[in-house]
């Protein structure tokens, strides 16, 4: 079992920054790929960005590309997400996933995660 945990989340203006985190615990050792997705009351759950396991390659949604970051910090068994040049159309909760298959293809579906974590609002105000 892994259990993932946010933090980070909270009210900025536009145009401000953020850095979400995610600290995994129990079976982090077969961790392979990790990701952030956001959801907004009514919608399905969406896909922001996604980074394989050394950290050395990521994907992102178009929609933040060039704003959003994606790292992780094995040694501290700790995913990030920073974020920049906020836009009123980012808030949303934020989900962090992981899942132990030891392939990754820049998975952008929710069922290609078996573990989630319980959320961080982020509400960016115009």
């Known amino acids: 079992q892994v259990h993932l945990a946010e933090s980070g989340g909270g009210l900025v203006q536009a145009g401000g920054s953020l850095r979400l985190s995610c600290t995994a615990s129990?079976?982090?050792?077969?961790?392979?790929?990790m990701g952030w997705f956001r959801q907004v009351p009514g919608r399905e759950r969406q896909f922001v960005a996604t980074?394989?396991?050394?950290?050395?390659?990521?994907a992102y949604a178009d929609s933040v590309k060039g704003r959003l970051t994606i790292s992780r910090d094995n040694a501290k068994n700790t995913l990030y997400l920073q974020m920049d040049s906020l836009k009123p159309e980012d808030t949303a909760v934020y989900y962090c996933?992981?899942?132990?298959?030891?392939?990754?293809?820049?998975?952008?579906?929710?069922?290609?995660?078996?573990?989630w974590g319980q959320g961080t609002q982020v509400t960016v105000s115009s």
């Open positions: 996933a992981a899942d132990l298959s030891a392939r990754w293809l820049a998975p952008r579906r929710t069922y290609e995660y078996t573990y």
């Open positions: 129990g079976d982090i050792f077969n961790i392979y790929y």
């Open positions: 980074i394989s396991r050394s950290g050395g390659d990521a």
